[in-house]
């Protein structure tokens, strides 16, 4: 769609047409028969949960990833609180994390009672910049919680280097980044430990869920003990066995993933390289189409890696605007596109404000969040769908554009 044609549309803010007759959202879950016929499966058998869907979803997720375990959990935080407990976090510790993320990241870190350490992200890809991670660090520093956002991966070699030097475990948020790729290598088998989220937006779905993978046996028995009450053994296996007796060997959690939720979650493995596939493909016409537009800064993406789209956030150029981000949110949706925003700067919530008063400032991740708006981004997009999206924001864009 050219600027010249664009700019004879009314916006649907001002009355004119929408885009779309029906609101296309951000990010969905796809499910087909395959995916259906496996959760029926499991509800006819004889284990809803501490099956055998659980160990062979694990074990051919940890393969896909290339780590050596995989546990799996009943959320992505969950999954992300296991990581802070086995990570040895405690109250006096500290976790160095991005302020750019869902909340969760960070809140994994209070609930051990240690303390969250913000450090600013890199302006390009807005993961957490080593360079701004390094003053940070001190003998208090038990981990480093990196977020791979939009799922771009972090610079992972270098927050390694840097957590190794100060004895710390490098904990890879990569709940968006399933399938993303590093310096030629699946995210899961890099840093000490990896955390994925299955939430029906994300590349893989089971409803709710999550996993942590690690190439660390020591770690991985650590985790699956705390998402089982920190009990030394499984239901299963002591069925199996004749026996009954169990401890308690440290205080974890209920934070099972039911066979219902693997099952659905091994179905929807077989389709996983295709919906990556598709995302990147989705990417890639977004980028095309948007190369000419000044107005806005499309996500960057660095050499060594293939991210895998969880998020495609575009950054407005306000200079070069007649109006602020939410006015311009508020036109896109009224196109019937459902963008969203992603993030608040996690130490901008009231609750960290009120409890953490004296917060620094982040200034790349608080420019950035004032100018964020992410894309209608998922698998199971149409053709038509992708078009929608390029001709919406081009119509809103080039209305709000300077002359
Ligand atoms: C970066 C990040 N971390 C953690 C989570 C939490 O995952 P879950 O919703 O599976 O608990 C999310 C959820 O969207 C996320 O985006």
Redesign the pocket.
């Known amino acids: 769609m050219s600027a010249s044609l664009t700019k004879l549309e009314t916006l649907a803010i001002h009355g004119g047409k929408p885009v779309r007759e029906k609101l296309l959202p951000y990010g969905r879950q796809s499910l087909d028969d395959s995916d259906i016929c496996a959760v029926i499966e499991v509800l006819k058998s004889d284990w809803l949960t501490t099956g055998p869907k659980i160990g062979e979803f694990e074990e051919r997720f940890a393969s896909w990833v290339g780590a050596r375990h995989a546990i799996s959990f009943s959320?992505?935080?969950?999954a992300?609180h296991g990581t802070a407990f086995a990570a040895g976090l405690g109250p006096g510790d500290e976790a160095i994390t991005t302020p750019m993320?869902?909340c969760?990241?960070a809140n994994c870190i209070l609930y051990q009672g240690a303390t969250p350490v913000f450090a600013d992200v890199s302006h390009d890809t807005l993961n957490l910049d080593p360079q701004k991670v390094s003053p940070k660090l001190s003998s208090r520093t038990r981990a480093i919680i990196a977020?791979d956002y939009a799922g771009h991966p972090v610079e992972l070699d270098e927050l390694d280097e840097l957590a190794k030097r100060h004895k710390a475990l490098l904990i890879e948020?990569a709940?968006?980044a399933l399938g993303a790729e590093y310096r030629g290598k699946r995210v899961g088998g890099i840093a000490d430990m990896t955390?994925f989220?299955?939430?029906p937006?994300k590349h893989l779905t089971t409803g709710?869920?999550?996993m942590v993978t690690t190439n660390d046996a020591r770690l991985a028995e650590t985790l699956r003990r705390f998402r089982n009450h920190g009990i030394g053994s499984e239901a299963r296996a002591r069925q199996e066995a004749g026996q009954w007796f169990y401890e308690m060997v440290l205080l974890g959690f209920n934070y099972r993933l039911t066979d219902i939720a693997c099952a659905l979650g091994l179905s929807q493995l077989e389709k996983l390289a295709a919906n990556l596939a598709r995302r990147r493909e989705i990417a890639r016409q977004y980028t095309a189409a948007f190369r000419d537009l000044s107005a806005f800064t499309a996500p960057a993406v660095r050499d060594d890696v293939n991210p895998a789209w969880h998020l495609y956030p575009i950054r407005l150029n306000l200079q070069m605007l007649t109006s602020g981000r939410a006015e311009i949110f508020r036109a896109l949706r009224a196109e019937n596109m459902g963008v969203n925003v992603h993030y608040v700067p996690v130490h901008q919530h009231p609750y960290y404000r009120e409890r953490f008063p004296s917060q620094e400032n982040y200034p790349v991740a608080e420019d950035a969040y004032e100018r964020l708006i992410s894309l209608p981004m998922f698998h199971s997009m149409t053709a038509q769908d992708v078009e929608d999206v390029i001709h919406a924001v081009g119509k809103v864009v080039d209305h709000y554009r300077k002359a």
């Open positions: 959320s992505g935080t969950a992300l993320t869902f969760a990241t977020v948020d709940s968006h955390v989220s299955f939430h937006v709710e869920g999550g």
